[in-house]
């Protein structure tokens, strides 16, 4: 695709409840990284991907949080009984092969609302 | 990780330039300096990335101190469009990029 595509763009849901982000990288893009953003904050770095592999899992918040990519591109990012400290902005970004001197491209992100 | 240091907040004039500063005093040998900005409501967007020698673009400059642990990005004249939250960012092979708090900048008519 043109660009990062995340969906959904809102999201509202209830404490307890699953959800399921999704994040379409550009296409031929093998680094996918996902980050959350809590209102007037800064990012928070949850998760990076090499193709389907997850080298580094430990910015994950909690067990409640996992994240996959399969076919090396499309990722899902799952929070299982949402609470409302998750309440925040989701954000997916993706470069082309993951090297310190590349651009990342960053989608629109998801507004996660728990109520 | 090498962490950055950036002010919270800057002011400036429409059409003046606008220097925004970050510390990485912790940065090592093989760290590029990547600068990313943040309008409202949007992903945050690439501005401009450098090594070791100060780099121009169509969107900004960025100048690097000689022992690299400063740097300063270098909006040439400021626009309203370019009121945002701008991230100096540290990134390594390692993938872990670290956005702090960042600057917001406010551009006045």
């Known amino acids: 695709g043109a660009g990062v595509s995340q969906s959904p763009s809102n999201k509202v849901t209830e404490k307890g409840k699953d959800v399921e982000l999704r994040c379409d990288p550009i296409s031929g893009h093998t680094a996918l990284y996902w980050y959350r953003q809590s209102l007037g904050q800064g990012l928070e770095f949850l998760i990076y991907f090499q193709g389907n592999s997850a080298p580094d899992k430990s910015g994950l918040p909690s067990d409640r949080f996992s994240a996959e990519r399969t076919g090396g591109s499309v990722s899902t990012l799952t929070i299982q009984r949402t609470q409302q400290e998750d309440s925040a902005v989701y954000l997916c970004?993706?470069?082309?092969?993951?090297?310190?001197?590349?651009?990342?491209?960053f989608g629109s992100g998801t507004q996660l609302s728990v109520l | 990780d090498a962490k950055t240091t950036q002010p919270n907040s800057m002011e400036s004039n429409e059409e003046e330039p606008v220097h925004l500063p970050c510390n990485h005093s912790t940065i090592s040998g093989t760290d590029y300096i990547h600068w990313y900005r943040q309008l409202p409501s949007q992903g945050p967007e690439y501005v401009i990335h450098g090594l070791t020698s100060n780099v121009n673009n169509r969107m900004a400059s960025l100048a690097i101190a000689e022992d690299r642990k400063s740097s300063t990005l270098i909006l040439h004249r400021a626009t309203l469009r370019d009121a945002a939250v701008y991230y100096c960012?540290?990134?390594?092979?390692?993938?872990?990029?670290?956005f702090g708090g960042g600057t917001r900048l406010m551009v006045k008519p």
């Open positions: 960012i540290l990134n390594n092979a390692g993938n872990m990029l670290t």
């Open positions: 970004a993706s470069s082309l092969d993951g090297r310190s001197y590349e651009k990342l491209f």
